[in-house]
């Protein structure tokens, strides 16, 4: 009885480990993207907070427009936004747009595997959202129109370590162009599985602005301001 017993846990463990396994291997990481240009990061209070001098988790090399940035479930400081070359600083997001912040419809993009071990993203896609939905947005990536509102760039291997020596990072550059609407947001995932669709969690976004299109509403305006 103890033997059968013992036969029927192993097989409850042997089907729930094939249930698990196959979630995980399909799940789509998405990679940060960020332009080379100076870009303000919208963060989502629930997941980030910002400390100023004085905190005990501040730390200069880090400061950003005055704030340090922290991962609110670490208590760490967030190293993967830091990626982008000109960060400016921080602002609480509203409407729910978390990410970089930027201005100008032609810049270079970088898609970066900031990853805690070596890696391969595999099967990477670019992702244009027009802003507004309704308006026709015209976009080329290294001078290859879009088509669909998505691209797809290859794989990026991860292997090269940070300064720190605690996280990789490897990048892929491409130039964005586009025209005839207010905005895009745009964002990458490694589609694993290739279906053409994004499986797994939240990706950090880029959210570039034409200045020659009136701002809608007040969190573009403050954008426009830090550049005026």
């Not at 080379?36 to 880090?62: F, I, K, R, S, W």
């Not at 992702?127 to 088509?147: N, Y």
Request: aromatic residues 14%; glycine residues 10%; proline residues 7%.
């Amino acid at each position: 009885m103890t033997i059968m017993r013992s036969m029927l846990a192993g097989f409850w463990v042997l089907i729930l480990g094939l249930l698990v396994v196959p979630a995980a291997v399909v799940a789509d990481p998405c990679l940060i993207v960020y332009p080379t240009v100076p870009a303000m990061y919208h963060y989502d209070a629930n997941e980030y907070y910002t400390v100023t001098l004085g905190h005990p988790l501040y730390d200069p090399m880090y400061d950003r427009g005055g704030e340090v940035l922290i991962e609110a479930n670490t208590n760490e400081i967030a190293y993967n936004i830091y990626q982008i070359p000109y960060l400016i600083g921080f602002q609480e997001s509203t409407g729910g747009k978390d990410g970089y912040f930027f201005i100008g419809p032609s810049f270079d993009l970088i898609i970066d595997g900031f990853n805690n071990a070596p890696t391969t993203y595999e099967n990477i896609i670019l992702v244009f959202e027009a802003d507004p939905s309704a308006c026709h947005l015209s976009i080329t990536v290294g001078g290859t129109p879009v088509v669909g509102g998505s691209l797809p760039i290859g794989d990026l291997e991860v292997s090269t370590p940070t300064p720190s020596g605690n996280n990789y990072t490897d990048t892929i550059t491409k130039h964005v162009q586009w025209s005839g609407c207010y905005g895009v947001r745009i964002w990458a995932f490694a589609d694993q599985n290739y279906n053409g669709a994004r499986d797994g969690g939240e990706c950090f976004t880029a959210f570039s602005h034409d200045v020659t299109v009136p701002a809608r509403n007040a969190s573009w305006g403050s954008v426009k301001s830090l550049y005026r």
